[in-house]
């Protein structure tokens, strides 16, 4: 090989580490803006708010008009990054479904946090708009206790989010409607 060609392919070969650099960047780029790709949504639902029966406030109707899918909610509730209810809440149903010799449903159904009260029975304690009220914004619905659950269908109630996820709700609406019918099948 001549000189000049040696050159030539050194350079050809350094144009194709840094397309290949320039597309890793990208792709790097592309995965930090998609931090919020689980569904997290700018999208904020209005709603009323009416008077409850066990609390002071509930929110009568879906957000998004049409009633969820219990079946669905169960996956939002146990979503590590989303819902992930469990992380605080002890539920039996749901800690029915880990069992101890297969670590996949231990990993997506065990593990319970034991801070939160269990939410055994919630649907015989709550309306279903009182169940709305305290997934869309419990400080709301627990004015007097500055509680430590997230406002899941909120893009302001909070103090540190990271960067991508400004401004959005943890929940979508529909996401809100199907933990709520799943909430509804936990009856005493
Ligand atoms: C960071 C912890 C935490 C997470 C996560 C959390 N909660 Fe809660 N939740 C609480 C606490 C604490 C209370 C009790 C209110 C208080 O005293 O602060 C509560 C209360 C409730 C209640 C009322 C229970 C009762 O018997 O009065 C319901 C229903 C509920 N949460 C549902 C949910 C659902 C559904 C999710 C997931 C979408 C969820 N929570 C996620 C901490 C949490």
Redesign the pocket.
């Known amino acids: 090989m001549t000189r000049a060609r040696k050159v030539i392919g050194a350079g050809l070969a350094i144009a194709v580490v840094m397309t290949a650099g320039s597309s890793l960047a990208l792709a790097q780029a592309k995965k930090k803006k998609s931090k919020c790709k689980d569904g997290e949504t700018t999208e904020i639902a209005s709603y009323d708010l009416s008077k409850g029966e066990n609390l002071d406030f509930q929110i009568a109707k879906p957000l998004n008009g049409k009633p969820g899918d219990a079946k669905t909610g169960l996956k939002?509730?146990v979503h590590r990054r989303l819902?992930?209810?469990i992380?605080?809440?002890e539920v039996s149903k749901i800690l029915a479904k880990a069992k101890p010799s297969d670590l996949n449903s231990l990993k997506k159904y065990g593990f319970h946090?034991k801070?939160?009260?269990?939410?055994d029975g919630?649907a015989s304690?709550?309306t279903e708009g009182e169940?709305r009220l305290?997934?869309v914004n419990?400080k709301k619905a627990?004015p007097d206790?500055n509680?430590?659950?997230?406002s899941?269908h909120s893009a302001s109630d909070f103090h540190a989010v990271i960067g991508d996820c400004k401004d959005h709700a943890i929940?979508s609406a529909d996401r809100v409607e199907d933990?709520v019918a799943y909430?509804k099948t936990l009856k005493e």
Do not use: S
């Open positions: 939002w509730m819902g992930n209810c992380a605080c809440h946090g801070i939160a009260p269990t939410l919630v304690r709550y169940l305290i997934v419990p627990f206790v509680t430590i659950m997230p899941f929940l933990v909430l």
